[in-house]
T-cell receptor
């Protein structure tokens, strides 16, 4: 089954404790992206990747890191989480060009 | 860079009435346009897309969208709304010239009342 898998689905952590949210897709998509969704602000892009070892900043990259060492994986790293990073996070992948995006189920992160 | 605007935060319609959720876009090249739906506690699901060809695109769950190049719009429509259509809807665009990243609108919450 074609899918994008995010883990964990829910996470509560403390300020400053490094964390990684994993994202994996099984569709051989070139493009992968991370978004955060906050009430009233819609879907804001954090980082995206056009292919292995190619990443670029989205609209709200501050406080986040990503890597794309393999085509299928695109982890989101919060080196020192802060409460303003409490949000619902989505990973997505697609073929470049005309392909629609496939989304993971989301990760609800709470930083206390 | 490409961008998308959804001018309405909220759309309310009565069940059985037609619905329209608006979207306008800005790109340098040809637009590749998409609509997604998000139900509570779920990820976004693809509804339909316009790449080229017929301006009226049909998608999942009876939805359709009309591409209007002169007005740079891609409004989502359905002839007869269902209560189960109540959800958050997102429009997205990719620039066909640069083939770079996909940008989303802020979303429109559709509420269909019985």
């Amino acid at each position: 089954e074609a899918q994008v898998t995010q883990n964990p689905r829910y996470l509560i952590t403390v300020t400053g404790k490094k964390l990684t949210v994993t994202c994996s897709q099984n569709m051989n998509h070139e493009y992968m992206s991370w978004y955060r969704q906050d009430p009233g602000l819609g879907l804001r892009q954090i980082y995206y990747s056009m292919n292995v070892e190619v990443t670029d900043k989205g609209d709200v990259p501050e406080g986040y890191k990503v890597s794309r060492k393999e085509k299928r994986n695109f982890p989101l790293i919060l080196e020192s989480p802060s409460p303003n990073q409490t949000s619902l996070y989505f990973c997505a992948s697609s073929l470049l060009g005309t392909g629609e995006a496939f989304f993971g189920q989301g990760t609800r992160l709470t930083v206390v | 860079a490409q961008s998308v605007a959804q001018p309405e935060d909220q759309v309310n319609v009565a069940e059985g009435n037609p619905l329209t959720v608006k979207c306008t876009y800005s790109v340098s090249g040809n637009p590749y346009l998409f609509w997604y739906v998000q139900y509570p506690n779920r990820g976004l699901q693809f509804l339909l897309k316009y790449i080229t060809g017929d301006n009226l695109v049909k998608g999942s769950y009876g939805f359709e969208a009309e591409f209007n190049k002169s007005q740079t719009s891609f409004h989502l429509k359905k002839p007869s709304a269902l209560v189960s259509d109540s959800a958050l809807y997102f429009c997205a665009v990719r620039d066909g010239l640069s083939l770079n990243d996909m940008r989303f609108g802020a979303g429109t919450r559709l509420t269909v009342k019985p």
